[in-house]
């Protein structure tokens, strides 16, 4: 399934209630980030979890697991099942490229081996205020 950035937004961080639902389901609020997208070479879209364990056995680093986040139109919250790369110098990256070319995801990390699926909604109250505003990095 792909996702468009264009027809959803970016949660954040004062989003009360996004931050309740996400503990209530066993995450660690200290867990969200913003994950900057740098594609690399012989990497595809929607082929995460390869991408990321293609790269590492060339040039080394770390898997992460976890979900990039999003809100759709009804304010749901939508949780992707994610790789991103964590770099040899330490340095957290997506380096699986998106055809809606966005430059970042709000990534909340998968703190335990076991595989989790996360299912519901929370009603957000927030305006729609910019999200990098809210985040300090």
Known sequence: MMIK???YRYPKKRDKS???YLSQ?????DCIKK???VSKPNTYELKCHRNVIRYISLY?????LGYYLLIDESNKLILIKHSILKTNNGDCVDITPFSDNRAYNIFIEQETEKESYVIGSFDNDMDDTNFEEDFDF
Do not use: A, Q, T
């Open 25 to 29: 389901m066993g995450f660690s609020l």
């Open 60 to 64: 080394g680093g770390e898997r992460i």
């Open 5 to 7: 950035v264009d027809k």
């Open 18 to 20: 996004l931050l309740n």
């Open 35 to 37: 994950i900057p997208i």
